[in-house]
């Protein structure tokens, strides 16, 4: 399960994996676009679904899912809708890493007992100084109940809006940050 399925990118490896999946994201546009990426052939018989719904409030029963795989927003960085009521990427840090709490008890309900929960989160810079937003977003993960089995590093520079980054970096003083954070949690 992806509760943040975005451009669809875990909809489409789970078919190629020939893994049953099902998505969730708040915004409209994100469940249509997930949906006709995984219009395509692929040998295997596998179930994808793909529905609006928040990720603090899954239409799933309790101890249901076998693998999480999240890439939830970043807290006011990366605005993913002007005005779609629950977007966590509108809120300021306080309240995200509240809201995050709801998300990680949601899915700490979802998911079956001893398995697991993959979140990548990075961390964010607010009036030139570092948030930990990765390693609080963890923390809240383990606040509702998960024990963290491995952290795995990311390198972050590879996209789109890399070189603007740099750009700016240079012009305002300041470096960038280099990492996200694959948390893989146990239930």
């Known amino acids: 399960m ?13 078919k190629l994996t020939k893994r049953n999946f099902i998505g969730f994201d708040i915004n409209p546009s994100a469940v249509e676009l997930s949906r006709k ?14 529905k609006v719904a928040d990720a603090r409030k899954l239409p799933l029963g309790d101890n249901s899912v076998d693998l999480i795989c999240a890439h939830p927003p970043y807290a006011d960085i990366i605005h993913y809708s002007d005005d779609i009521e629950g977007d966590l990427s509108l809120l300021p840090i306080k309240d995200f890493l509240f809201e995050i709490g709801k998300v990680a008890d949601e899915f700490h309900r979802v998911l079956k007992k001893d398995k697991f929960c993959a979140i990548l989160m990075g961390d964010i810079r607010k009036k030139g100084m570092v948030q930990p937003l990765a390693f609080e977003t963890m923390r809240v993960f383990e606040l509702a109940g998960f024990k963290t089995k491995e952290i795995v590093i990311k390198e972050q520079h590879n996209c789109k809006a890399t070189g603007y980054w740099k750009t700016n970096s240079i012009k305002y003083n300041f470096l960038l940050l280099a990492h996200e954070y694959l948390f893989v949690l146990k239930k």
């Open 2 to 14: 992806d509760p943040f399925v975005g451009g669809g990118t875990t909809a489409v490896e789970a």
């Open 37 to 50: 990426k995984c219009e395509f052939e692929y040998d295997g018989n596998v179930s994808s679904v793909i």
